[in-house]
């Protein structure tokens, strides 16, 4: 069962995620590129799609704190850390180029994180082989949703989409990693409850 230092450190880690920048150790993908030269609607739609990436890492650190605390194995428990502290790295890369783009967070991150800390500690209490099946599944589909997002960024905004494209790389290294330790393959009906929570996030996300 969860002790009480891992409540308080999972209140921490949250009061991070929301209200302090994320930082990174790897290089922000594309930062050597030059700044593309968009016009207002493209540099409204990158921006946008660039809030639902960064929603989307608010919620995968969620998740993946909420199943670390009720994941019953070390080694689980530590596939799911590795996994959230990638996951802030996106979270840095995302924020710092919404800002780069004079775009804005979304108002509801709140809302979202405690959601997701909620169904990640729910699928930590079903076992370990099903949170980690719940980890594949969600890095499947969000490699999906990113492939999306490549095609609906404009062309020639290369700094988003390279660090699109690591993000990508990145989340199907997650799904791999969890299925080799042990994830199950989840039943059909969960795995489209979760694309329509995800359909429900991405095109809320997209204007608040």
């Known amino acids: 069962m969860p002790n009480l230092d891992k409540f308080i450190i999972g209140f921490d880690r949250a009061l991070r995620t929301l209200l302090t920048p994320a930082q990174t150790l790897r290089p922000v993908p594309g930062t050597e590129l030059p700044e593309a030269e968009l016009n207002d609607w493209e540099k409204r739609e ?38 959230a502290r990638e996951e802030t790295e996106h979270l840095a890369w995302t924020e710092r180029r919404i800002a780069e783009l004079n775009g804005r967070k979304s108002l509801l991150n709140p809302l979202w994180y405690t959601g997701s800390f909620a169904i990640g500690a729910f699928a930590g209490m079903l076992g370990d082989k099903w949170n980690l099946g719940f980890l594949a599944e969600t ?22 989409r390279a660090i699109v494209s690591q993000m990508q790389i990145d989340e199907a290294g997650h799904a791999t990693s969890a299925i080799s330790h042990g994830g199950v393959e989840l039943p059909g009906p969960v795995k489209q409850a979760m694309k329509l929570g995800s359909k429900v996030m991405t095109k809320t996300a997209y204007w608040v």
């Open 46 to 83: 990158a921006s946008a799609l660039m809030r639902v990436n960064h929603v989307g890492e608010i919620c995968a650190q969620a998740l993946y704190q909420g199943q670390a605390l009720t994941a019953r194995e070390t080694e689980v428990q530590d596939t799911l850390t590795q996994a």
């Open 139 to 160: 890095e499947r589909q969000v490699e999906v949703h990113l492939a999306g997002h490549l095609k609906r960024l404009p062309p020639h905004d290369r700094k988003s």
